[in-house]
DNA sequence: TTTTATTGTTTGCACATACAAATATAATGG
DNA sequence: CCATTATATTTGTATGTGCAAACAATAAAA
């Protein structure tokens, strides 16, 4: 049966949650006028004005042209600058972006509260940190 | 810390994960020549043959644009082919199509037990089904 | 039967992400 | 100090996916 096929596959099932909790993400996330994305880069740049791009991607599990891109949009937005020093390009928030903390904190709240009244808020928290780890084993174990 | 946020946030780990498993997927599907997503709509054309576009959707959890899309290029790669019955489109396999059914399922085999080889077998198929249910849930009790 | 609503598919557009190659800067070995 | 290698970023290009609107065909209602 395909069904089963499809329901003990690692790729699939991973892929339609990720489909799922990316809606519900952006449907939360709407409020910050931000996609998810952004805003979680947004909140490592709160926690450490001047990281890196290389930083950015190794927190976010990004690649470096994607880390770009997507600062090149924030960029655009007025919500953060950057200041090339040596090779590297150093990263910060503009007032302008500062004024989103506290929006896109209430934001992730929602989200985490979301899915954690349909799941159950340990479930959720447990499956989630599950999850990354899963990612770990599967990155370096190789 | 920010780690904590992200290591909690399901929208975050669930799209890492997803990123992981999808390069692993297209890396063993590699052997049939087509990324995994196509594989799986072909896998449920071998199921039944004619299936609606609609179907399709369904089981793979796609949008029906995406259908679209997807057997476009099947078409185009001759390894499926549509006939119009009303406002429906009936996809059927070639036989360029149904050749490639062995090495898919192959390739699928080798999917599994290579994600099953880090996390266990059981803990793999386990954690499959349980991101399926959970996708079920967050769709619907929504 | 003509009009209206519903259903299935397609089209146009947009976006997140990746890879590979190019570029730029720094570090290291001769 | 120069030549080579390593590192950080950017650019060009491609892909999978979605949404919203358009289209086509059937069904339901008037």
Redesign the pocket.
């Known amino acids: 049966m395909l069904n089963t096929y499809i329901k003990e596959c690692l790729y699939f099932t991973t ?2 949650l990720s ?1 799922v909790i ?2 519900m993400a ?1 449907d939360e996330f709407a409020a910050s006028g ?5 805003a979680y ?1 947004l909140m490592a740049v709160y926690e450490k004005e001047g990281i ?6 190794e927190i ?14 924030l960029a655009v937005k007025g919500l953060v600058y ?1 200041r ?8 910060y928030t503009t007032d302008k972006g500062k004024a989103l903390e506290d929006v896109i904190h209430e934001c992730w709240n929602h989200l985490r509260s979301r899915y954690g009244a349909i799941l159950g808020n340990a479930e959720g928290d447990e499956l989630s940190l599950r999850l990354y780890e899963v990612s770990d084993q599967l990155e370096n174990k190789d």
């Open positions: 892929n339609r489909r990316t809606k952006e931000l996609s998810p994305t952004y880069l890196s791009q290389k930083e950015l991607g976010l599990h990004l690649q470096p042209s994607t880390v770009t891109r997507l600062i090149e949009k950057n090339v020093e040596g090779r590297m390009s150093l990263i």
